[in-house]
């Protein structure tokens, strides 16, 4: 996917995909995607979770 203005692609995951090839395969490769999958997953919910404190830290000091 293209954002307009910006000259970065930006990939998405569908998350039932992610999870799904969990219970199809186990090799190293499946592994190392687990282990990726859980990293975005951790930074997105990290991600979102800092921004409305922030907000809300903000939007208190108003």
Known sequence: MHIPGSDKLVAFYNLDVAISVRYRVNSKKVTQFR??????????????KNRRNLSSSFLAGL
């Not at 282990?35 to 979102?48: F, N, S």
């Open 35 to 48: 282990i990726w999958r859980t990293k975005v997953l951790r930074d997105h919910i990290i991600y979102h």
